[in-house]
């Protein structure tokens, strides 16, 4: 059974840091794309950030881009996501996605498995 599990998330003031981790289990780690997702109320599912089953490319929106960094270790089948900077627009809940054979690399539709999401507010 796959377990995706976010975690890291919480209040902090605008120009603040947060690290997200997200932990699978249940999967070959090693085989699967990862991504962040975030959704906030009233809006749409956005994908924020992805990494390549080895961690050699890396993708950002535009909106966090210079701000977060993404990042993987597969030898504890993590993912993490530091964010830096943060403002009240990054507030959101946050999601982590493996996907085994990803095309838009920041396409839901493109991720086999969810995590249940990790809340980020961010203070002004």
């Known amino acids: 059974q796959v377990q995706v599990v976010e975690s890291g998330g919480g209040l902090v003031q605008a120009g603040g840091s947060l690290r997200l981790s997200c932990t699978a289990s249940?999967?070959?780690?090693?085989?699967?794309?990862m991504a962040w997702f975030r959704q906030a109320p009233g809006k749409e599912r956005e994908g924020v950030s992805y990494?390549?089953?080895?961690?050699?490319?890396?993708v950002y929106a535009n909106s966090v881009k210079g701000r977060f960094t993404i990042s993987r270790d597969n030898a504890k089948n993590t993912m993490y996501l530091q964010m830096n900077s943060l403002k009240p627009e990054d507030t959101a809940m946050y999601y982590c996605?493996?996907?085994?054979?990803?095309?838009?690399?920041?396409?839901?539709?493109?991720?086999?498995?969810w995590g249940q999401g990790t809340q980020v507010t961010v203070s002004s």
């Open positions: 249940g999967l070959t780690f090693e085989y699967y794309a």
């Open positions: 996605a493996a996907g085994r054979y990803v095309q838009g690399v920041l396409s839901s539709s493109s991720y086999n498995y």
């Open positions: 990494i390549s089953r080895s961690g050699s490319t890396t």
